[in-house]
């Protein structure tokens, strides 16, 4: 055993008693002290703006449930806003962009400013959590090129992202383009939360699902392994590097070529068939489906065995595979959470 912390352990493949358990959107809609934070804050982007409420909200989940590590407040739009785009959350609609980038001529209007002048409150936050957090280690994020391009060209949330994925096809050089921008700011983002104290990176590749094979190695995998390997050469070796790709099952053999410490998957797909495509030398993350946790605490605590069972405990850091959602009631997230302690290999 290792005296890191135990998620930081895991993440590099080193043994560790149990694996280490948190959540995607562990801060959010689903505690009711989240909920009175958000009510003060009047709107979400407030919400994001606000240091010391990032900060109380990222702290939550932590002081009730206890997970072995903390991840940022903050939204994988909140780059889109620092390079220049204009983002609105609107109440019952979900974000959208209100200049969405179509034309070379919108491109023009995307920076890729100093991070901590673009959006001194997300390093303002990192940094207050380091002192509240103990050794309760900090993960920072952002979206994926591929990602945050889709939301920037379609302009909202959608089934398809029909307008971005046209883009691709019809207008490849304009594309490359803003992928390329949008990999130099991340990598500045990126970088610049771990010199305020973040000590694992998740990139977020949501959208991935969206692609074809071809397609998701051209345009998504291409400029996710870009921002890693930059990432990496900024940020040294001792920082976990982790890489979440939504419905990706069917490519397994592109997510060898991922050059991240750990490759997150959702639950289309069962750990050990990834850990025998893509090798012993990497930790997995995941995969239990959030829905299950909607079916109660026993059906939770069931679930969550399967998923522990499933890599005998050897590099593995057990999270959702994708965000808690909003009507999932605590008394499964507390039996999870007690499953996992409590399971030994």
């Known amino acids: 055993m290792t005296d890191q912390p135990r998620f930081l352990a895991a993440c590099r493949g080193l043994p560790v008693d149990r694996p280490p358990v948190w959540l995607m959107r562990q801060a959010g809609r689903y505690l009711p002290e989240y909920q009175e934070v958000r009510a003060r804050a009047g709107d979400f982007l407030t919400l994001c703006h606000t240091a010391d409420m990032a900060i109380e909200v990222t702290l939550q989940p932590i002081r009730r449930f206890g997970f072995d590590a903390a991840i940022l407040f903050s939204d994988i739009l909140v780059p889109a806003e620092a390079m220049g785009a204009t983002v609105v959350f609107a109440a019952g609609e979900g974000p959208r962009i209100e200049d969405p980038v179509r034309s070379a001529r919108d491109l023009e209007r995307l920076r890729c400013p100093a991070p901590e002048e673009a959006c001194p409150y997300v390093f303002e936050a990192v940094r207050g959590l380091r002192r509240a957090l103990g050794d309760t280690p900090l993960v920072g994020f952002a979206a994926a090129p591929w990602t945050l391009m889709a939301y920037l060209v379609e302009g909202h949330a959608s089934r398809e992202f029909g307008v971005a994925k046209r883009m691709l096809l019809a207008e490849p050089d304009l594309a490359r383009a803003l992928l390329g921008k949008i990999a130099d700011y991340t990598v500045a983002h990126l970088a610049a939360q771990v010199r305020a104290g973040a000590q694992a990176l998740q990139l977020f590749d949501t959208w991935a699902e969206l692609l074809t094979p071809g397609d998701y190695a051209a345009w998504a995998l291409a400029y996710a392994r870009d921002v890693l390997q930059r990432v990496r050469e900024a940020v040294g ?23 991240s410490d750990v490759v997150s998957v959702d639950w289309r797909i069962d750990l050990p068939t990834v850990r025998a495509a893509l090798g012993e030398g990497r930790a997995l993350q995941g995969n239990l489906d959030p829905i299950v946790l909607l079916a109660g605490p026993e059906v939770t605590r069931a679930r969550a065995r399967v998923v522990l069972d499933a890599l005998g405990g050897r590099a593995h850091v057990f999270n959702l595979g994708h965000g808690i959602l909003p009507t999932t009631p605590i008394a499964s997230v507390e039996a999870l959470v007690e499953t996992v302690r409590a399971w030994r290999p």
């Open 237 to 259: 070796p001792d920082v976990p590097l982790i890489y979440f790709s939504k419905g990706t099952a069917g490519h397994l053999q592109l997510l060898r070529e991922v050059p």
